[in-house]
T-cell receptor, first 114, second 118 residues
Framework: GENVEQHPSTLSVQEGDSAVIKCTYS??????FPWYKQELGKGPQLIID?????GEKKDQRIAVTLNKTAKHFSLHITETQPEDSAVYFC?????????????FGTGTQLKVEL | DADVTQTPRNRITKTGKRIMLECSQT?????MYWYRQDPGLGLQLIYY???????NKGEISDGYSVSRQAQAKFSLSLESAIPNQTALYFC?????????????????FGPGTRLTVL
């Protein structure tokens, strides 16, 4: 089955700096890579996703890059703000062809310090 | 997401007790999932269901069972709770290919149930 590794487990940045979280996956058939943000006391919420036919996707201050050859993908947050503090999870899936089953990474606790 | 609700939000129980966690959704999605979250381990899939008559085991189904009572309701049961089932449990839903608008792969999570087994 799929195995997703995520690093770092904790990340502390100064407000305004950039944050990068990296994930690797093992299943070459995975074609959908979402990122979820989990705020304290809440369930995870999708913030951005990328499919295997795209190398990069941006949405305002967040971006995701995908390297299919190396089987890794990364989340980039620019101009970090205190409200970005949360736990971030990457995941991999074979998409609808695989029943939407997501395999999650172990999470990154991001802290944005003032 | 308010469209996916879980009850109870918190539960403390004793070893050997039967526990049921309930999930309801108003999103009209056919697909529903139960996950378990442990510190440092991310989310692990317990069971999933593609429609009322479909039930599938996930990565860690041992010690758990589920019931899909209706399209909108998916319950998780612990027949005889044990301390290592202490965790945060999440229900999620997703759309079915060919129905609705985009974001077919997106899963929408409930607020979670914190379960403690003493």
């Amino acid at each position: 089955g799929e195995n997703v590794e995520q690093h770092p487990s904790t990340l502390s940045v100064q407000e305004g700096d950039s944050a990068v979280i990296k994930c690797t996956y093992s299943d070459s058939a995975s074609n959908y890579f979402p990122w979820y943000k989990q705020e304290l006391g809440k369930g995870p919420q999708l913030i951005i996703d990328i499919r295997s036919n795209v190398g990069e996707k941006k949405d305002q201050r967040i971006a995701v890059t995908l390297n299919k050859t190396a089987k890794h993908f990364s989340l980039h947050i620019t101009e970090t703000q205190p409200e970005d503090s949360a736990v971030y999870f990457c995941a991999a899936s074979r998409g609808t062809g695989g029943g939407n089953k997501l395999t999650f990474g172990t999470g990154t606790q991001l802290k944005v310090e003032l | 997401d308010a469209d996916v609700t879980q009850t109870p939000r918190n539960r403390i129980t004793k070893t050997g007790k039967r526990i049921m966690l309930e999930c309801s959704q108003t999103k009209g999605h056919d697909r529903m999932y139960w996950y378990r979250q442990d510190p440092g381990l991310g989310l692990q899939l317990i069971y999933y269901s593609f429609d009322v008559k479909d039930i599938n085991k996930g990565e860690i189904s041992d010690g758990y069972s589920v019931s899909r009572q209706a399209q909108a309701k998916f319950s998780l049961s612990l027949e005889s709770a044990i301390p290592n089932q202490t965790a945060l449990y999440f229900c999620a839903t997703s759309d079915t290919p060919g129905q609705g608008s985009g974001g077919l792969d997106e899963q929408f999570f409930g607020p979670g149930t914190r379960l403690t087994v003493l």
